[in-house]
């Protein structure tokens, strides 16, 4: 029984509420945005978080001992409901934290290889990249800069296109896909996984690079310590590495789009008051160029192929 206390969470792509209980812990719910998965999709999830629960894992699963009864709907909405866990945000530029991260993240991969999703797209150029230009050029971008973006974007999925040409071989598997420090809670000395919405099918660097920041020598010892900690557990294709720009290109690309796909909804615009306009686009192309060239350039850990 709820005890009428609901407090609305930090969340754009669903909705999500901490909700009081009477004489228990509060439990977060958190409603799904409409079409934007099928029930398919939402319960793989679901089973992947389950999946890593059962080894162990530190994450955050839904109540429920299996999907089909995790997956809840009332009426037109679809919703799930969790555990509240405290913590707070991983600290990054601590060298133990890192080598800690790469020894969950091997665990959480090993298992992630077991079985791959069927109802979730992967994170590759043509779902991450060529459907968000798509979008982009179609709905989004000022006729001044539309030639500029189309010419520079064809390039950049081109390059992408080489690099994951270059790999072919690596192993695909279940990710969490969204793996930034607003993810994590630290907690115990140990990082607790939430929020699989973006979970998808992709190589393990692309839980990696999101832990990288600062310029390229400081990304090499930070992506060394992770690597440390991913050693001990697991094997890691050091071919993945030349996907990092291309997979941070994917991201930039799509973010964008998905700006543009959500903007009809009253919380975004409230949120990134920025987006959409002349600025933000002549920006978003500047990025855009300074990727090229960072794909264009020797790969920057090179060294750790060694």
Same mark, same amino acid.
């Given at each position: 029984?709820?005890?009428?206390?609901?407090?609305?969470?930090?969340? &754009?792509?669903?909705?999500?509420?901490?909700?009081?209980? %009477?004489?228990?812990?509060?439990?977060?719910?958190? !409603?799904?945005?409409?079409?934007?998965?099928?029930?398919?999709?939402?319960? /793989?999830?679901?089973? !992947?978080?389950?999946?890593?629960?059962?080894?162990?894992?530190?994450?955050?699963?839904?109540?429920?001992? %299996?999907?089909?009864?995790?997956?809840?709907?009332? *009426? /037109? @909405?679809?919703?799930?409901? @969790? =555990?509240?866990?405290?913590?707070?945000?991983? #600290?990054?530029?601590?060298?133990?934290?890192?080598?800690?991260?790469?020894?969950?993240?091997?665990?959480?991969?090993?298992?992630? @290889?077991?079985?791959? !999703?069927?109802?979730? =797209?992967?994170?590759?150029?043509?779902?991450? *990249?060529?459907?968000?230009?798509?979008?982009?050029?179609?709905?989004?971008?000022?006729?001044?800069?539309?030639?500029? &973006?189309?010419? $520079?974007?064809? #390039?950049?999925?081109?390059?992408?296109?080489?690099?994951?040409?270059?790999?072919?071989?690596?192993?695909?598997?279940?990710?969490?896909?969204?793996?930034?420090?607003?993810?994590?809670?630290?907690?115990?000395?140990?990082?607790?996984?939430?929020?699989? #919405?973006?979970?998808?099918?992709? =190589?393990?660097?692309?839980?990696?690079?999101?832990?990288?920041? *600062?310029?390229?020598?400081?990304?090499?010892?930070?992506?060394?310590?992770?690597? /440390?900690?991913?050693?001990?557990?697991?094997?890691?294709?050091?071919?993945?590495?030349?996907?990092?720009? +291309?997979?941070?290109?994917?991201?930039?690309?799509?973010?964008?789009?998905?700006? *543009?796909?959500?903007?009809?909804?009253?919380? @975004?615009?409230?949120?990134?008051?920025?987006?959409?306009?002349?600025?933000?686009? /002549?920006?978003?192309?500047? %990025?855009?160029?300074?990727?090229?060239?960072?794909?264009?350039? +020797?790969?920057?850990?090179?060294? $750790?192929?060694?």
């Amino acid at each position: 029984m709820t005890d009428g206390r609901l407090l609305a969470l930090n969340s &754009y792509e669903n909705r999500v509420y901490q909700v009081g209980i %009477e004489d228990g812990e509060p439990l977060i719910a958190k !409603f799904y945005r409409p079409l934007r998965w099928s029930d398919a999709a939402l319960r /793989e999830e679901h089973e !992947f978080t389950f999946d890593l629960a059962r080894q162990g894992l530190p994450v955050v699963a839904p109540l429920g001992d %299996e999907p089909r009864r995790s997956l809840r709907h009332v *009426g /037109e @909405f679809r919703l799930a409901l @969790f =555990p509240r866990r405290g913590g707070r945000a991983p #600290d990054l530029d601590r060298r133990e934290v890192l080598v800690t991260m790469g020894r969950v993240l091997a665990r959480m991969h090993t298992v992630g @290889f077991g079985r791959p !999703f069927r109802h979730r =797209p992967a994170i590759d150029v043509q779902h991450f *990249g060529v459907e968000s230009v798509d979008y982009v050029l179609a709905h989004c971008l000022p006729a001044d800069l539309r030639p500029a &973006y189309e010419s $520079l974007a064809r #390039d950049l999925l081109g390059l992408c296109r080489d690099r994951f040409a270059h790999c072919e071989g690596v192993a695909w598997r279940r990710v969490h896909g969204d793996c930034h420090g607003g993810n994590l809670l630290w907690r115990d000395d140990a990082p607790h996984f939430v929020d699989f #919405d973006d979970a998808r099918m992709a =190589p393990a660097v692309q839980d990696v690079w999101m832990l990288l920041s *600062g310029h390229p020598e400081e990304q090499r010892a930070q992506l060394a310590a992770v690597l /440390e900690g991913y050693h001990e557990f697991a094997d890691f294709d050091l071919r993945e590495l030349s996907l990092i720009e +291309p997979l941070r290109t994917l991201r930039m690309l799509h973010y964008a789009a998905w700006l *543009g796909r959500r903007w009809d909804d009253p919380a @975004f615009p409230l949120a990134f008051p920025w987006f959409n306009t002349q600025a933000y686009w /002549e920006r978003h192309v500047l %990025e855009l160029r300074e990727q090229f060239a960072a794909l264009s350039e +020797p790969l920057w850990a090179a060294d $750790l192929l060694h």
